[in-house]
Every structure is written in structure tokens, then in C-alpha cells.
């Protein structure tokens, strides 16, 4: 997923990276999308393999990883272990269709709510 290089020019001429748009309608960190890239080349990943091959907290970690599974890009599940205390987690990364089929569908309910807000917003500054 290298969205990084990845631009598109606005009609303003402004060219802005893919990743401006998700941290735009997501509120996606650049912790949190270097987490989404890890978990997505590794396939499934534990919070303790991102903290070592990302060197990042590991509560900084805990954090994305919470936001990545609530946005429904990556999904958690409970690893059998034969130990008790808490419970550890493998977190897997949505199939690839599936994940630009959601975030394309996003993306257009967010294009059609500022479309929705348009004629209002102008219209009464118009004060008609």
C-alpha cells in the first residue's frame, strides 16, 4: 500500500497525497497509517512484532492498532495461549478489495454530504 507517492491535483491545482484525504476523513495519524502499512505487508501481526520493526511505544502501538480495528481496516483476534493473565491479540489486515471497497464508499458519502451542504451554505450567505 504505497499511497505515500501517490497524488492527485485539485481543481485548485494544489496536489495532495492520497494519505491527506485519509487523514482528512478518517482523522488517520502518520502513527497510525505506518501501523495499517505494517499489519498490511506482515498479513497478521502481533503488538509486540509493530513495536519492534516500527520502534515505536508500545502504547503508541496499542492506540493505532484500537483505531485501525474500530475504522474496520485491520481486525483483531484472540491467540490461543496456554497462559493465562491477559489476553494477547494477532491483527490481520482486511482483504485489499474489500478495504478500498470501504474506503471508496466512504469517500463518496463524504463527497455527497459536503455536495448535500453546498446550495444551503451559499444560498444563505447569498441571503436568498
Given amino acids: 500500500m ?3 507517492s501517490e497524488k492527485v491535483v485539485l481543481p485548485s491545482g494544489k496536489e495532495v497525497k492520497l494519505l ?9 495519524s502518520d502513527t497510525e497509517y505506518k ?4 499489519v498490511i505487508e506482515k498479513k497478521t501481526a502481533t503488538e509486540d512484532e509493530l513495536v519492534e520493526s516500527l520502534k ?7 492506540r ?3 483505531k485501525l480495528v474500530s475504522l474496520g ?3 483483531r483476534e484472540k491467540m490461543q495461549s496456554s497462559k493465562g493473565g491477559r489476553p494477547k491479540y494477532v491483527y490481520k489486515a482486511v ?8 474506503i ?3 469517500f463518496e458519502k463524504c463527497s455527497q454530504m459536503f455536495i448535500n451542504i453546498l446550495p444551503k451554505v451559499l444560498l444563505s450567505s447569498l441571503g436568498t
Fill in 73 to 75: 481496516f485491520i481486525i
Fill in 104 to 106: 471508496r464508499e466512504d
Fill in 64 to 66: 493505532s492498532l484500537n
Fill in 35 to 38: 501501523v495499517l502499512q505494517a
Fill in 20 to 28: 491527506d484525504a485519509l487523514s482528512f476523513c478518517y482523522d488517520i
Fill in 56 to 62: 515505536l511505544s508500545k502504547a503508541s502501538i496499542n
Fill in 2 to 4: 504505497e499511497v505515500e
Fill in 95 to 102: 482483504e485489499t478489495q474489500q478495504l478500498v471497497e470501504h
